[in-house]
């Protein structure tokens, strides 16, 4: 038979994913051989497995390579967001550890679902073809429907769960339904071949194949359902309120990066063509979930629903990178992204430690006086609302003078304009947080003392955030080069 | 014209298969009885006929002349549906048996996956019958006799992917020709035993025929069939033992071949050999049930995925790695 | 195509659209079960009608064999009250049907555009884009070619679609093949870690338990005087 052109099987290129996947399978048998003995030990394994492999990354080599079969792109890009998703995931497992216990949910599932949802995610930032994109989407999915429902026995847990399934199917369902018009249009699902023949077409003056377009629109709705942009955010306030917490935290850290870096290659790599046909797109989520998450969070007691909403407007503050569609957009998102993950795990670190008599409080009443009781991680929690409102010297400012400056320059002034209005819009909330912390009346103290995983993330974010106007030079060159990658198609 | 001519031949073949098949299944009625018998040192039928030859042609016009009640509740449609399913099922897996070289009705590229296709719909009948019936004895029956074979249809997956593996080939003419040196009962021994079991429960028999379980169900899904219903049923259920008795000859026990490629075997042609075999496997089903007490139903579910289905799963890692690790892959 | 496949053709694809229609028209949900069934079973004949007999077999096997078993299951033992299942239907009707002719009228619009493109453009100007996905590395586009990448051949007459599709699935597919295993393997533990309760109460069979067990150990024998007991 001489059917197949001999195919590499190059797997050195996704070894951290292989590393990944088969540590999860090792967890997995040692989690169920040892009945009863839930998740000791294994989470910081599962920790120490994320942290490994993305050292690995960072250690290894960042020459764009296209290998299994072509559905594998590993390139600077991939290699930046994977660290970041990483990182993200060990810390949110940090996090986890002393919540799973108070609330009798430690099961070894919960590491395990933890591994498989970030070895999505690598999967997903690493996709070169729309069914590696699925494939790599489904399997975080599918672990996060999980672990939104992990509480199983308490009805807000469950609730979420089968929400954010629900219409977590319906969103996969429209990406699929996008990926077969664009193969139906132009006969191929993967990216290279699609931008070289994009490219081709470009050349010869041909239009976008409006079937193709229908198709991308679908996609973007897809993906802006998973990042929780305007449109489709409804899930998020719901699913994040009911969620457990650390699972909150890790939805709206990880899995954000991952969807937004999925968006950025598909838009910027296949569809780079066309940037003049998907911008008006992601203008209209970016300023739909700026607004939205400016005015909507402002009624809200729900610390937790907070976070939602501000989520919400950060998407649409990281996005107006993607609009401007340079490599300074993208580097600017990629800024962005780092310093969202490390403020929200930093403020759900806050939201952990917020337990009286036993039981995890979430209403914003409940911080006042916090400085008067706890001024340490007052003092956390007002850095990271400050950063999160963009105040200068925190790095959350910086974030958004990145994608503020790209989108200046590429001419998307108003843009730039409604960004920096609803920023102040939205500071209001934040610093009403600041303000019930520091100025009311103080009530009853939270339980101390807290896990050192919570006090580690917190203190380590809080550090980041304060610390980023100082140090940012190798970290801002490795998110040039990671936007440079996706510059060039390889 | 010649297309006509075409079908007719077929029409033809057909009935050469089907008319023999249907009096066998008629008389392994009869053998089961007399089989039975034998074993519990009684004479099973006697009065009608020389040695009660008769018996199954009066069972049959018994059933014929009876009154057909189709329950007031019911859902008629499928209720009649349903007996007539279970006996095409049990027909039509026979397109595909080779009786010798040549010697088949369509000789398909994947034969073992029409068989796959064709066993795996069996359940349809049998949990139609029981929804259609509006009894609560039928639907609890069918709903075990559906997860049963939902079950063990893995492991009988798995297993003939290791014949598969060994055959490199999903036609069942390639398959049998593939064992002329050596029939696969030997190299996959364990698995012959596990399909056979399989069968066993795939084919609601004794010790697994939970879902008539007489003494908790009153007869299971087909408690509220009478005249030709039941009949039909009767009749899908035993066709099935012979159309399974068949798979396994024809996957382990080499098909048409003679045990032995020299002279007083050749002699016999194969057609003979393959029924030789059935009858063998046959004669199997029959000794189960003579033998065995019936399994509980967590027990045959544990034996199902707990022992079932990672040993066959072991053995196809196995037989792959010994394929590849000797280069014995079949090109 | 001769007289017979197409009278075949016509057949199936009239009783897999019927089939279509009843499983969202019939009125008990059973009913649309065994409906799909049929639909599952016709494409299947379709399949083989273009001669690709694995895929129908597959089809059979997973849809109709397995899928639609529990399908079946879950809708036999849900008890739907259809009465009341139909009640609020009438008041979403516009809603539902305006998103459909929305989608409809796209479906169109873009069907209508393939159809002039395939047609006109392609005749007028020779410079469509085929995009065929390569074997090697994306190659360089010949010179004003009309295709960018050269598809790999195959002769089809020799290999059954079985083995192409073995060919393919477990080299170029190799990757997408094991993270569809990935996908399951969560699948599982999800539905093992919602649904798994542990009963410490129930009393579970431990087979080795019973095997090891030796007659001395539960069986006393002992020498009962007539009319004293024990």
């Known amino acids: ?38 998740a000791k030990g294994l989470s910081p394994f599962a920790v120490l497995v994320l942290l490994v492999v993305a050292a690995m990354i ?64 690598c999967m997903m930032v690493s996709a070169n073809s729309f069914i590696a994109l699925y494939m790599g989407l489904e399997l975080q999915s599918l672990a996060i429907y999980v672990l939104a429902a992990f509480q199983r026995d308490t009805l807000r847990s469950s609730e979420a769960g089968l929400k954010y399934f629900v219409l977590g199917s319906l969103a996969s369902g429209m990406l699929l339904y996008g990926c077969s018009l664009v193969y139906g249009f132009t006969g191929t699902l993967r990216f290279d071949t699609l931008a070289a023949g994009f490219a081709i077409q470009g050349e010869r003056g041909i239009d976008l194949q409006i079937g193709a377009l229908v198709g991308l629109t679908f996609v973007a709705a897809g993906l802006a359902f998973k990042m929780a942009a305007v449109p489709f955010h409804m899930w998020t306030p719901d699913v994040y309120e009911g969620a457990p917490t650390p699972v909150t935290a890790f939805m709206a850290s990880a899995p954000k990066v991952a969807a937004i870096a999925l968006t950025l290659r598909v838009l910027m790599q296949p569809f780079g063509e066309w940037t003049d046909e998907w911008r008006q797109i992601v203008v209209f989520i970016s300023v739909a979930s700026m607004i939205l998450g400016a005015f909507a969070a402002i009624g809200q007691t729900n610390f937790k629903r907070l976070m939602a909403y501000s989520g919400i407007g950060h998407v649409g503050y990281a996005l107006i990178g ?84 790209a989108a200046v320059d590429a001419g998307l002034v108003p843009l730039a304009v409604i960004g920096v209005v609803t920023s102040v819009v939205g500071a209001y909330y934040y610093l009403r947080i600041v303000k019930v912390m520091y100025f009311d009346e103080p009530t009853e103290a939270f339980d101390g003392p807290n896990g050192l995983g919570l006090r580690l993330v917190a203190a380590g974010t809080a550090v980041f955030t304060v610390a980023f106007i100082l140090l940012p030079g190798p970290f801002l060159n490795a998110a040039q080069n990671a936007a440079a990658a996706l510059m060039t198609t390889p | 014209m010649a297309e006509i001519w075409a079908l007719v031949v077929i029409v033809f073949y057909i009935l050469v298969l089907v008319v023999p098949l249907l009096l066998g299944v008629a008389y392994l009625t009869y053998a089961e009885r007399k089989v039975l018998g034998a074993m519990q040192l009684r004479q099973g039928p006697m009065t009608v006929g020389p040695y009660g030859l008769l018996q199954p042609i009066a069972d049959g016009l018994k059933l014929f002349m009876k009154e057909t009640v189709v329950p007031s509740g019911s859902n008629k449609f499928v209720f009649v549906l349903a007996p007539m399913l279970t006996f095409i099922l049990a027909l039509i897996g026979w397109a595909v048996i080779p009786f010798g070289p040549g010697l088949v009705l369509a000789d398909i590229n994947v034969g073992v996956l029409y068989l796959l296709a064709v066993s795996s719909l069996g359940v349809y009948g049998i949990i139609m019958a029981g929804w259609a019936s509006n009894s609560r004895y039928a639907f609890l029956g069918a709903l075990r006799s559906s997860a049963q074979m939902v079950s063990y249809e893995i492991s009988i997956g798995l297993i003939i992917i290791n014949v598969l593996l060994t055959a490199g080939s999903l036609n069942l003419t390639t398959i049998v020709e593939s064992q002329r040196g050596l029939w696969y009962f030997i190299p996959h021994f364990p698995m012959f035993v596990i399909f056979f079991v ?100 967590d027990q045959l579910m544990r034996l199902g995925w707990k022992v079932f289905l990672p040993l066959s799963l072991f053995w196809v890692v196995l037989t792959a790695g010994v394929l590849v690790a000797f280069d014995l892959v079949p090109r | 195509m001769n007289a017979v496949q197409l009278l075949l053709f016509y057949i199936l694809a009239l009783v897999c659209t019927a089939s279509a229609v009843m499983v969202i028209a019939s009125r008990n949900p059973v009913h649309s079960v065994l409906y799909l069934i049929l ?48 009640e609020g239907f009438l008041q979403y009707l516009p809603v539902g049907a305006l998103v459909g002719i929305i989608l409809l009228v796209e479906l169109m619009l873009v069907g209508g555009s393939w159809a002039l493109a395939d047609r006109t453009e392609v005749a007028a100007a020779p410079a469509t884009v085929v995009m065929v996905e390569p074997a090697a590395p994306v190659a360089v586009p010949p010179e004003g070619g009309e295709t960018a990448v050269v598809a790999r051949r195959v002769r089809a007459e ?65 020498k009962v005087k007539p009319r004293a007991g024990i």
């Open chain 1, 1 to 38: 038979m001489d059917t197949a052109s001999p195919v590499v099987l190059n797997l050195s290129s996704a070894l951290p994913e292989v590393v990944l996947f088969l540590s999860g399978l090792v967890l997995l048998v040692v989690g169920a051989l040892r009945e009863g003995e839930g």
């Open chain 1, 58 to 121: 960072l250690g290894g080599g960042q020459t764009a390579m296209v290998s299994l079969g072509g559905h594998f792109i590993f390139d600077g890009f991939a290699a930046f967001t994977k660290v970041v998703i990483l990182v993200a995931a060990a810390l949110s497992l940090l996090l986890a550890r002393d919540y799973l216990i108070d609330e009798k949910v430690d099961r070894f599932e919960f590491p395990l679902l933890v591994l498989f949802a970030a070895l999505g995610m």
């Open chain 1, 322 to 405: 993607l609009a401007a569609g340079t490599a300074g957009g993208i580097y600017g998102v990629l800024i962005y992204l780092v310093i969202y993950v490390a403020m929200t795990l930093g403020t759900f670190a806050c939201i952990m430690m917020m337990r009286r008599g036993g039981r995890y409080v979430e209403t914003i009443g409940d911080l006042s006086g916090l400085s008067t009781r706890q001024p340490m991680m007052a003092l956390a929690l007002a850095v990271f609302m400050f950063s999160l409102a963009g105040i200068p010297p925190l790095a959350g400012f910086f974030g958004k003078l990145y994608v503020f400056m």
């Open chain 2, 198 to 297: 399989s069968v066993l429960a795939e084919t609601n028999r004794h010790p697994f025929d939970l879902p008539e379980d007489e003494a908790t169900l009153v007869t299971g899904f087909n408690v509220e069939y009478s005249s030709m219903g039941f009949a039909l049923f009767f009749l899908g259920e035993y066709a099935n033992m012979i159309l399974m008795s068949a798979i396994c000859s024809v996957l382990f026990l080499g098909g048409w071949l003679p045990p032995f490629g020299i002279v007083p075997f050749t002699w016999i042609p194969g057609p003979i050999w393959l029924i030789l075999k059935i009858c063998f496997f046959l004669f199997a089903f029959i000794w189960a049930r003579a033998t065995l007490p019936r399994y509980r139903y």
């Open chain 3, 39 to 86: 639909a599952f079973f016709n494409a299947a004949g379709l399949f083989v009608l273009i001669g690709a007999e694995f895929l129908a077999m597959v089809l059979v096997v997973v849809y109709v064999g397995a899928v639609a078993v529990l399908f079946l299951f879950v809708v036999m033992m849900l008890d739907i009250n259809f009465v009341e299942m139909r």
């Open chain 3, 158 to 222: 020799e290999v059954t679609n079985t083995q192409m599709l073995g060919a393919v699935l477990y080299t170029e597919y190799f990757y997408l093949f094991q993270a569809a295993g990935a996908i399951l393997l969560v699948a599982i533990v999800g539905a093992i870690t919602l649904t798994l309760r542990e009963r410490p109460a129930t009393k579970r069979q431990d087979i080795g338990r019973q095997v090891r067990r030796r007659p001395f150990e539960s069986v006393e024998l002992r």
